[in-house]
T-cell receptor, first 113, second 114 residues
Framework: GNSVTQMEGPVTLSEEAFLTINCTYT??????LFWYVQYPGEGLQLLLKATKADDKGSNKGFEATYRKETTSFHLEKGSVQVSDSAVYFCALSMRGSQGNLIFGKGTKLSVKP | EADIYQTPRYLVIGTGKKITLECSQT?????MYWYQQDPGMELHLIHYSYGVNSTEKGDLSSESTVSRIRTEHFPLTLESARPSHTSQYLCASSASLSGRYEQYFGPGTRLTVT
């Protein structure tokens, strides 16, 4: 079946460090891919998305590129801030699935000043 | 900015009580979802709806029930709360016509059953 695997956390970085959170997927077709972020005490917010191979999603300094050949959608940011501390979820949706999302297990990021 | 609301935000209740978690959205979305989030952060889909009078069970078996009488409203009910129901419950919605499959989430209800 379809699934998402993302790196286990927690990830602890110093402010201004480079961030990578790995995400790979297994899918029978061509999914749309998403990164969601959950700040403490809140619901999930869509961070970025990509709907086809080689698309790059970007938002708030975060980027992720849809790599069909490696079935990956790694999240990156060049310089993290304390305010980026949150839980990050990778997710996919298949056409014909009526919009249901399949989530990874989440990666908790803590950024220290 | 997504407009999806959940009440209450926090609820502490005793075993055996009946509870209803409210979820409303003002975006006219046809699809709505309920997720249960465990302490390890993992999300589990427990119910979803494609529109009025449509409800489906999700991937995780749940003793809760849902209803969808109005497009904007998707309440979740537990007839008899138990400590095993203690969790964070997240509601979400999406628009099927958009074709983009993005879901918008509410702030969540943190339920504690004592």
């Amino acid at each position: 079946g379809n699934s998402v695997t993302q790196m286990e956390g927690p990830v602890t970085l110093s402010e201004e460090a480079f961030l990578t959170i790995n995400c790979t997927y297994t899918a029978t077709g061509y999914p749309s891919l998403f990164w969601y972020v959950q700040y403490p005490g809140e619901g999930l917010q869509l961070l970025l998305k990509a709907t086809k191979a080689d698309d790059k999603g970007s938002n708030k300094g975060f980027e992720a590129t849809y790599r069909k050949e490696t079935t990956s959608f790694h999240l990156e940011k060049g310089s993290v801030q304390v305010s980026d501390s949150a839980v990050y979820f990778c997710a996919l949706s298949m056409r014909g699935s009526q919009g249901n999302l399949i989530f990874g297990k989440g990666t908790k990021l803590s950024v220290k000043p | 900015e997504a407009d999806i609301y959940q009440t209450p935000r926090y609820l502490v209740i005793g075993t055996g009580k009946k509870i209803t978690l409210e979820c409303s959205q003002t975006m006219g979305h046809d699809k709505m979802y309920w997720y249960q989030q465990d302490p390890g952060m993992e999300l589990h889909l427990i119910h979803y709806s494609y529109g009025v009078n449509s409800t489906e069970k999700g991937d995780l078996s749940s003793e809760s029930t849902v209803s969808r009488i109005r497009t904007e409203h998707f309440p979740l009910t537990l007839e008899s709360a138990r400590p095993s129901h203690t969790s964070q419950y997240l509601c979400a919605s999406s628009a099927s016509l958009s074709g983009r499959y993005e879901q918008y989430f509410g702030p969540g209800t943190r339920l504690t059953v004592t």
